[in-house]
């Protein structure tokens, strides 16, 4: 029977849009009043079958897992140029990918470095692959995904001090980079958005150069895991509770503070001088309220900013390109906006 269910589970993935909408109907899931997209809820249907959200998996199985899915169901993006090269960490020289448009004229380009998610435990380069990509070729501009250390091999505070060195890196190295000292935007989802936010209070408590832009597509930016949305979501299969307080733990520790701004930006007692935000946050993600929380604090701290909801989404969609249309859209509105921003 599970083998059925699977089966027409990986049916309902793959089929078009309008026709999951058809077979679901009725029942596509309604949680604090936000109905999911179908091809989401299919997702997360499938997701649910094969791993039970109260039981995380080992960090080497979290880690085949995410690339795994990702490798079956994001959708390449060959249209770009691409070169690996090493920025300085905190504690010596870091993987990066070089992603440059290939209409793209010689010498320096605005620049976005890229931080990717996976609860500081897993993700790379390559899980991120194609969606730096595609920021690449819908902008115009230049990305740098950047490989910071991971737990628990390296925990906190290993993923931010890669993080603020990398940033650095993008000035002394600007030529040599190819970056456009001048519009440099900085960005990441999930815990990447984490390590972007954390980067920019860091760097308003140092009086350092800010970044021209910053990109968080649903970050997590609130360690006490207590929002409306946390708890209504809490058994969600992409995930749960159960896994962010697990990512939570292998990054930090238990001596860690996961209320100091570092870890939690949203606890930060200024935002102020930050640069323009986009904000993307997902309807059927356990983090929709803190990113939203987190958009409104930069805003009222003066910053500029984009909030951009889609109420039907469920945590990590936009690596998801080949089974959810609405990611595209997702993503060309980021594009669109960054483009505008760092390129005027």
């Known amino acids: 029977m599970k083998t059925l269910k699977l089966i027409w589970a990986l049916m309902l993935v793959r089929m078009p849009s309008g026709l999951a909408r ?20 299919s997702v997360a249907q499938l997701v649910g079958l094969v791993r039970d959200p109260n039981q995380p998996p080992s960090v080497a199985e979290s880690r085949v897992q995410m690339a795994g899915v990702v490798a079956r169901f994001d959708r390449p993006e060959p249209q770009v140029q691409r070169r690996d090269v090493t920025l300085p ?11 440059r448009p290939l209409d793209a004229a010689e010498g320096p380009l605005p620049t976005l470095l890229y931080f990717h998610g996976g609860g500081w435990v897993q993700g790379s380069l390559d899980t991120h692959d194609a969606l730096c990509a595609k920021l690449a070729r819908r902008t115009g501009i230049q ?81 006490r895991l207590t929002t409306p949305s946390i708890k209504a979501f809490a058994d969600h299969p992409l995930l749960s509770l159960a896994r962010i307080e697990g990512y939570l733990d292998l990054y930090l520790g238990p001596e860690v503070d996961r209320l100091q701004p570092r870890v939690s930006p949203f606890l930060a007692p200024d935002l102020s001088g930050q640069p323009p935000a986009f904000v993307l946050i997902a309807g059927h993600d356990p983090l929709w309220d803190e990113g939203e929380a987190y958009a409104k604090r930069l805003e ?23 089974v959810i249309p609405e990611a595209d859209v997702a993503i060309d509105q980021a594009a669109a906006w960054l483009r505008q921003v760092l390129q005027g």
């Open 300 to 322: 009222e701290a003066g910053s500029a900013v984009t909030l951009a909801r889609f109420e039907g989404q469920v945590h990590g969609f936009l690596n998801l390109t080949k």
């Open 143 to 223: 990305v740098i995904s950047y490989s910071y250390r991971l737990a628990p091999e390296h925990p906190f505070p290993a993923a931010p001090d890669d993080v603020m060195a990398a940033y650095q890196a993008l000035y002394a190295q600007a030529e040599t980079l190819g970056v456009d000292r001048h519009k440099i935007g900085v960005g990441g989802d999930s815990a990447g958005a984490n390590l972007t936010a954390s980067l920019l209070w860091s760097l308003s408590q140092d009086k350092r150069r800010m970044p021209a832009a910053q990109l968080l597509f649903y970050p997590a930016v609130d360690g």
């Open 89 to 99: 960490g905190a504690a010596g020289e870091r993987p990066a990918r070089i992603y």
């Open 22 to 41: 058809y077979f679901w109907d009725a029942a596509l899931p309604v949680r604090m009043g936000r109905r999911a997209d179908p091809k989401a809820a």
